[in-house]
């Protein structure tokens, strides 16, 4: 039936910069509502950033808002996280999601990528 796919993880400085993709099947794209999350060790699964349909709603969590920019590109069927500045405490493992309405709950978000670490050094 398919699946999300995240890539663009990777080991990365304090004040560094990673950019995530998420590559899913069109006929689950089309039409979704995008999510990034992500899960440090011995933490819960934490909003990160949403996007709309369109693109022209975009939500994120304070402890990344001014930082990292969520973007999509429904040609392509993938969705972006565009990480700057990253501190130590963005070391997680980073997951994308997708769901029928803009919200900050994975509880609202059915499908579900692998995840992929993201590990920031001071």
């Known amino acids: 039936q398919g699946q999300l796919v995240e890539s663009g993880g990777g080991y990365v400085q304090a004040g560094g910069s990673l950019r995530l993709s998420c590559a899913a099947p069109?006929?689950?794209?089309?039409?979704?509502?995008m999510g990034w999350f992500r899960q440090a060790p011995g933490k819960e699964r934490e909003f990160v950033a949403v996007?709309?349909?369109?693109?022209?709603?975009?939500t994120y969590a304070e402890s990344v808002k001014g930082r990292f920019t969520i973007s999509r590109d429904n040609a392509k069927n993938t969705v972006y996280l565009q990480m700057n500045s990253l501190k130590p405490e963005d070391t997680a493992v980073y997951y994308c999601?997708?769901?029928?309405?803009?919200?900050?709950?994975?509880?609202?978000?059915?499908?579900w990528g692998q995840g992929t670490q993201v590990t920031v050094s001071s």
């Open positions: 999601a997708a769901g029928n309405f803009i919200g900050d709950s994975p509880n609202q978000f059915g499908y």
């Open positions: 069109g006929r689950m794209f089309g039409s979704y509502v």
């Open positions: 996007i709309s349909w369109t693109g022209n709603t975009r």
